[in-house]
């Protein structure tokens, strides 16, 4: 459903010649497009087809599935290893062959033309000038042919290595599609990201050094032999040394892997963390926790980090080890060959220097490299394998379904004696012996409190819970809309029609049918406007429909409807009732979980469900006469019972005709039911307080219906379990767009802006201040110039020592005429041999030089140290500054950026600062001293030389800027398209239950595959740049050694000390100065990762958490609980329109306010405006106070708030209720007991301390509501906010909510949002919101009255049964207050109605009233002076 999947430009590689390929010149017109102008996503070329993630997907999983039939036949353990090998081993390995000639042949060819070289200039016999030419020549074509082999093996080998990466993540989001609910709930959404991201990344690395553990050996041998020629056995000194490092880093190598798994664990919290703190952004502002989740963070964070710098301890040394294991190694070679009395000569010293140089890159770096990274890849193996032996869904599932499909009066669902459970660690079963039937054209309506296994039952019809007993026949296609809408990333077109081809005429009927015409109009771009991360331009009842629509529009025979009524409006339920599955769907299978009970009479049958029994199966009217009290669920149902059951008492029936208040002698009766809701607040009548006139409505319809009762239920902890993915699910997505729009500026989409142009200095400078201030800065500085100055030093002291032992060879042959001078080896004595003038004898020249290595080991080894420590404090802080300035950001932002887009800062971005950007800084920062300390060598022996190093320098500077104007952007590219995989993989995992039923899988994975085609794409274009570029300075590399060489075959009278130093120098070039400037374009790339988190670490904040102590409340603020509006307005962006309009009004000291409108009339976002989460325009007032002069937690903390979306975080139950540590055990105990939910905490494991798993999957949603008003109960503010709070809730939670509500929240002022209108009918007040303007504000029954009030519309478009209960309700509480008989019987009251309809106060337009006005009546008790009509600011 991809909305960018577009054509691309063929790949110019595709038709490119051979020889083009080899130097990548056909990337040339790309390279200038990029030098004029920013690349973006439309300049990226077509994939080419064995890139294609689809086909390398299919190639992996082909080879994956042979090893586990394989496995299975041989009884062994399958290997996703050997599968990668049996699929991509032969291309990989034939790469390396180049490699072996890179190292074997040209690596140890060169130093033998440079022996030859000293040789000829050591005039020794025999070697001509033609001699000269010819070793020169032999020097220069080693690196010329170094250029033809060295390349195409490096893009070959990270070609391999990208693709294997690629068909893993294929192959892993395959995976991820047919996982079993069960197998979700042992791995986290941080797992699969850490899977898709760091362990496949493994391969991007490793595939480059796992060459080596074969070369090196090989290599070794072959230099040990050629120095065996030279030294003799003295060469065994420093091989022996050198081949004593291997058991060393192999060593290392187990430890980096322990510690790498150690830090991918901790690193998965973190993220866990992170993805849990930033989808729970508005609930952790409103109820103030920022400081316990910024503790929480960065504890996570400093274990992470604490492992990290132990990895870094290790490398330092392993660093310091190779950086001086050169020097230490020829030293023990040339100290043995001069201790056992031969002669040091220039060729001998720069010959083995040169070999060892080479051996030693090798063996102490790739070699230990290939060591590390073959065991991390193995780690990483082991961990996507773990991943893909999980349980799939397939093996689990007891479904049985038609192959083809049946005619539509064949289709049905049957379930008989089904017995099942979500894991089998739990005793207790999730459903037990469940059994019904349902044909085409018939309903069956499903319900049961909190935790009876509703949801269960569809997941088990889906095929997702599996049955341990039982079968489920299924005939038919399905169609299902989840309880917690599901949305993507998309328009709202593409949410509905979901792959499916569109039909204008189906998609128009199904918009009419789910009352979305409506909304659609108000959209601003209708049904092509975005829906974006996690739903943000929809409010939870258009999810809701959209969800609704996306089913319907399906072309199904069977329906499966979790509840899809509770997050509407009444009316808007009914609309969706009647006309949706009553209407357009009534010729199909339908099964509709709901606690909309007033429906149920509508049912073909009813399935009442307690703790997973099946309590009772019937029609309506069965059910009410067998005497099964399905009642007290049914408690708001009955308002639409219209004639009277014979088993109903005629008393009670009188007693609602007469408005009969409940005695105490009632109340006694309905305790002998034992309720578990405790529908009535015993004996408040008898003393005089204040009745709760809906509990005695509620209790009355208990009674009528039957006399037997419902024990109430234990809540089962096993319900909704199969919510995990889609609790799971809100977490990383991104925008499917955002990478095709990366270059625009941040809007409403959340497209991730890309920075452009270079990175600052003022970064690099902020990076490294941030991690010890300018002391330690100048320290390391200072370190690093002298550790080169002593690794030149070295190099200089060695020829400086070889030449004064070949000119005291020379002075000697000429004192001597009998004495013959070997030179081919054989042993002299020099002790009558005198000392050259300005040379030192041999004793101090090995004092010397052992001194100068020694001193370079301490000090490298210091200096690396210093940088590692420097880097991770810098990491950490720049981490806790960026978490610092996330959780204070005003709530606007995480509505604007895409979860996958913040999570990027800290999990992609930060690994980067963590793990790469410490190695590349330091691998520049040592090659750029390393390169000038080359040129000042070769600058002091020959002078001249420094001309064609600036000419080479010039072209190098203008190269270097052509080719990272492109580099920058391909990399930053993609960075970009990188995104999308991790979002669609979280998105899909959030619908994994819908995109299953509906059989979507197909098209989700060609989706992936698209993702990963784009991103294949920009890191194609990032190999290719970079193997250009590096050609390029191999040419500038070789070109230098030309000039060095062959400058020297024009004079003479150099000493071969001299010119080995200089051209065994200036091969160092070859690869170290294309890798250092390489690695300096990555510093670049990498220090991007750093600006986008000092961008985030300077957001601008919220208002200030803390009061001025000059305007700090006193103690106990507030004390009433009164509540004022003036001129409060609201909008969200400055060019939209305000969503709240000039609001005014006043709610008196512990007033219970209900707040009503449509979707989108603002009341939520009056809640936004209390709450302080955006800034209104206007003043609030808390007892007098304005809130904008108060810090941000002193009004949060002072306001309690149950949210629409119950939130729980992983940890224990004790940290969900109190993360500050407030409270005592009792305290937490007494609130559950409060709520209910006692028993069942205490049936977990650990009670208090019980694990909650991520977003609180392991309780259902009304469990987790419940402990949303535990919080509230321990906070106990004198003001509560409910914000919709029981839209997911059956009537008996929703009852015993109400229930503690009044009698824990007596004394305060709660305000209500409510779609369930008899939860707000015996409010103090209701407020009546219309496109954020008060449109109404008076007691319920006094709007009601007025049959032309917008409150009176909504009350009547529940239906007339619910509106006389309603209006009875309102009649009852009006009564209880003002001590005043009400007329309660419904048709006089609608003659009343008609009478007063004239009357100027009810014809009146009801937003001209203020509620002083509606509040003069005769009979009222708060009568207001004439005068303070005229007031224009709201008076209490």
């Not at 994975?1005 to 794409?1017: A, G, I, K």
């Not at 009810?1402 to 009568?1423: G, M, N």
């Amino acid at each position: 459903m991809d909305q960018t999947r577009k054509s691309r430009p063929p790949n110019p590689r595709d038709t490119a010649g051979t020889v083009s390929k080899m130097v990548f010149w056909w990337l040339l017109p790309l390279m200038k497009t990029g030098h004029s102008r920013p690349l973006d996503t439309g300049d990226l070329y077509c994939v080419q087809p064995q890139d294609a993630s689809q086909g390398l997907g299919d190639r992996l999983q082909k080879k994956w599935d042979e090893e586990l039939s394989r496995s299975k036949t041989k009884g062994k353990k399958p290997s996703y290893l050997r599968s990668l090998v049996h699929c991509f081993g032969w291309e990989y390995a034939r790469v390396g062959l180049l490699a072996a000639f890179e190292e074997c042949v040209l690596r140890i060819g060169q130093p033998l033309c440079l022996g030859g070289l000293i040789r000829y200039f050591n005039g020794e016999p025999g070697y001509t000038t033609v001699d000269g030419w010819l070793f020169s020549t032999g020097v220069v074509m080693g690196s010329l042919l170094y250029i033809f082999s060295h390349h195409p093996f490096f893009w070959g080998i990270q070609h391999s290595g990208m693709q294997i990466r690629v068909a893993s993540c294929a192959l892993i989001y395959r995976k991820a599609l047919r996982l079993s609910k069960a197998a979700l709930g042992k791995t986290t959404i941080g797992q699969m990201v850490n899977l898709l991201s760091n362990d496949v990344n493994r391969f991007d690395t490793s595939v480059i050094f796992i060459h080596y553990l074969w070369i090196g050996p090989l290599q070794t041998a072959i230099v040990l032999a050629i120095l065996w020629q030279e030294l003799g056995p003295s060469c065994l000194a420093g091989i022996m040394l050198l081949i004593l490092f291997v058991p060393l880093q192999s060593w290392m190598g187990k430890v980096f892997s322990k510690l790498r798994l150690a830090t991918a664990h901790r690193t998965d919290e973190r993220v866990r963390i992170m993805n849990e703190i930033i989808n729970a952004m508005r609930v952790i502002k409103m109820y103030t926790w920022e400081k316990p989740f910024t503790a929480l963070a960065e504890q996570a964070r400093k274990s992470e980090i604490d492992v990290i710098m132990r990895t870094n301890y290790y490398r330092a040394v392993n660093m310091s080890l190779f950086f001086t294991s050169s020097k230490v190694i020829v030293f023990l070679a040339l100290l043995t060959y001069i201790l056992t009395g031969n002669a040091l000569t220039a060729e001998k010293v720069f010959v083995t220097s040169s070999l060892i140089n080479n051996v030693r890159l090798v063996m102490t770096l790739f070699f230990p490299f290939g060591i590390a990274m073959g065991a991390e890849t193995k780690i990483s193996c082991k961990r996507i394998q773990e991943f893909l032996e999980m349980e799939e869904r397939e093996d689990t599932s007891s479904v049985q379904k038609s192959n083809l499909r049946p005619k539509l009066k064949d289709c049905g669902i049957t379930i008989n004696g089904v017995t099942a459970k979500w894991s089998d660690v739990t005793e207790e079963n999730t459903l037990n012996n469940i059994t019904c039937s349902v044909k085409a054209g018939e309903l069956l309506a499903v319900i049961g409190p909190v935790g009876s296994g509703k949801g269960s039952l569809l997941h088990a019809v889906l095929g997702e819970l599996p049955a341990k007993s039982g079968f489920i026949s299924v005939r038919g296609k399905v169609a299902y809309a989840s309880q917690e809408p599901w949305v993507f990333s998309g328009t709202v077109k593409q949410n509905i029609l979901f792959g499916q081809p569109y039909n204008e005429k189906k998609y128009n009927e199904v918009i009419k049918v789910c009352a979305l015409e409506r909304d659609l109009e108000l959209l601003p771009m209708k049904d092509m406007t975005m829906v974006g991360e996690r739903g943000v331009s929809l409010s939870g009842g258009q999810k809701a429909r959209v969800n609704l629509a996306r089913a319907v529009y399906y072309d199904a025979d069977i329906y499966l409807l979790d509840d899809p009524l509770s997050a509407v409006d009444t009316h808007v339920g009914r609309h969706l009732f009647d006309q949706c599955i009553m209407g357009h769907l009534k010729h199909k299978v339908r099964i509709l979980v709901t606690h909309q009970l007033q429906y149920l009479k509508e049912a073909n049958e009813i399935l009442v469900l307690r703790e997973g029994h099946p309590e009772a199966i019937g029609n309506y009217r069965q059910l009410v006469n067998s005497g099964i009290d399905f009642a007290s669920l049914l408690a708001e149902g009955h308002e639409e019972e219209k004639t009277t059951s014979p088993s109903r008492q005629p008393s009670t029936k009188s007693a609602k005709k007469n408005g009969f208040i409940p005695t105490g002698k009632f109340m006694q009766e309905a305790e002998k039911f034992g309720s578990s809701l405790s529908l009535t607040r015993r004996g408040r009548v008898r003393n005089d307080s204040v009745a709760s006139v809906h509990d005695s409505v509620e209790a009355d319809n208990i009674l009528t219906i039957s006399g037997a009762h419902l024990a109430g239920s234990s809540l089962s902890l096993d319900e909704d379990v199969n919510d995990t993915p889609t609790k799971v699910a809100k977490k990383l997505k991104d925008m499917d767009d955002g990478a095709d729009k990366d270059g625009a500026e941040e809007g409403q989409d959340g497209a991730e802006v890309r920075s452009v142009g270079s990175v600052k200095a003022s970064i690099y400078l902020q990076y490294f201040l941030a991690g010890g201030g300018w002391f330690l800065l100048i320290v390391l500085c200072l370190a690093n110039v002298i550790t080169q100055v002593l690794f030149s030093g070295t190099d200089y002291w060695l020829s400086y020592w070889a030449n004064g032992e070949q000119i005291r060879a020379r002075l000697l042959l000429e004192a001597s005429e009998n004495m013959t001078l070997a030179v081919n080896g054989s042993a002299i004595s020099y002790q009558d041999a005198p000392v050259p003038e300005g040379y030192l004898d041999t004793i101090t020249n090995v004092y010397v030089y052992a001194g100068l290595t020694a001193a370079l080991f301490v000090l490298s080894l210091g200096r690396t140290v210093l940088f590692f420590v420097m880097c991770m404090t810098s990491s950490r802080n720049l981490h806790n500054r960026m978490f610092q300035s996330v959780i204070r950001v005003p709530i606007k932002f995480f509505d604007t950026h895409p979860v996958g887009q913040i999570l990027n800062r800290f999990t992609k971005d930060l690994g980067q600062v963590d793990e790469l950007l410490p190695i590349t800084v330091f691998d520049v920062v040592t090659i750029l001293l390393n390169f000038l300390g080359i040129i000042a060598v070769i600058a002091s022996i020959n002078i001249w030389v420094l001309i064609p190093t600036l000419g080479l320098g010039v072209i190098f500077v203008f190269l270097r800027r052509f080719y990272l104007s492109t580099a920058r952007d391909v990399k930053r590219l993609e960075g970009i398209t990188r995104s999308p995989v991790f979002s669609h993989l979280s998105a899909s995992l959030q619908g994994l239950t819908t995109i299953r039923a509906f059989e979507a899988q197909q098209i989700f994975m060609d989706d992936f595959d698209t993702h990963q085609d784009l991103h294949s794409s920009a890191w194609f274009l990032f190999l290719c740049t970079t193997r250009w570029f590096g050609i390029c300075l191999d040419w500038i590399s070789c070109i230098y050694i030309a000039i060095v060489t062959y400058s020297f075959m024009g004079t003479q009278d150099s000493l071969g000390g001299d010119i080995g130093l200089a051209i065994s120098s200036a091969m160092m070039l070859s690869g170290m100065f294309q890798w250092g400037v390489r690695q300096s374009a990555e510093v670049e790339n990498q220090m991007t990762s750093v600006e986008r988190v000092l961008e985030y670490a300077k957001l601008e904040p919220e208002a200030a958490l803390e009061t001025d102590e000059d305007k700090t409340p006193k103690a106990g603020w507030p004390e009433k609980g009164e509540i004022r509006f003036e001129d409060v307005s609201l909008q969200y962006n400055p060019n939209d329109a305000p969503v709240l309009k000039n609001l005014n009004f006043c709610i008196k000291a512990n007033e219970k306010i209900g707040i009503v409108g449509r979707t989108g009339a603002g009341k939520s976002s009056m809640l936004t405006s209390l709450f302080r989460l955006t800034e209104p325009v206007g003043v609030i007032y808390i007892d007098n106070i304005a809130v904008k002069e108060l810090g941000l937690h002193d009004v949060r903390g002072n306001i309690s708030i149950i949210p629409q979306d119950p939130t729980l975080f992983s940890g224990t139950m004790r940290r969900n209720l109190d993360p500050f540590d407030q409270y005592e055990d009792e305290d937490l105990w007494r609130a559950l007991e409060e709520v209910q939910l006692k028993d069942a905490v205490s049936d977990l494991e650990g009670g208090l301390e019980a694990v909650m798993s991520e977003g609180g999957s392991n309780l259902s949603v009304g469990q987790r509501q419940l402990v949303c008003l535990a919080r509230a109960i321990l906070r106990h503010n004198r003001i509560l906010v409910l914000d919709e709070a029981t839209a997911n809730v059956d009537p008996r939670t929703d009852g015993l909510i109400q229930q503690t509500i009044r009698s824990k929240f007596r004394n305060c002022t709660v305000l209500t949002i409510a779609h369930r209108l008899h939860t707000i009918m015996d409010s103090d007040r209701v407020m009546v919101l219309e496109a954020g303007r008060l449109e109404e504000f008076d007691e319920p029954y006094i709007l009601l009255r007025n049959p032309t009030s917008m409150f009176t519309k909504l009350v009547e478009q529940t239906g007339k049964a619910a509106t006389d209960q309603l209006r009875l309700i309102a009649g009852r509480a009006y009564q209880a207050k003002h001590g005043q008989v009400a007329n309660l019987s419904v048709e006089e009251e609608s003659t009343r109605e008609a009478t007063q309809s004239t009357s100027s106060e009810d014809s009146q337009p009801q937003h001209q009233k203020s509620e002083d006005q509606t509040l003069q009546r005769p009979d009222s008790q708060d009568d207001v002076p004439p005068e303070a009509g005229q007031d224009d600011k709201p008076a209490c």
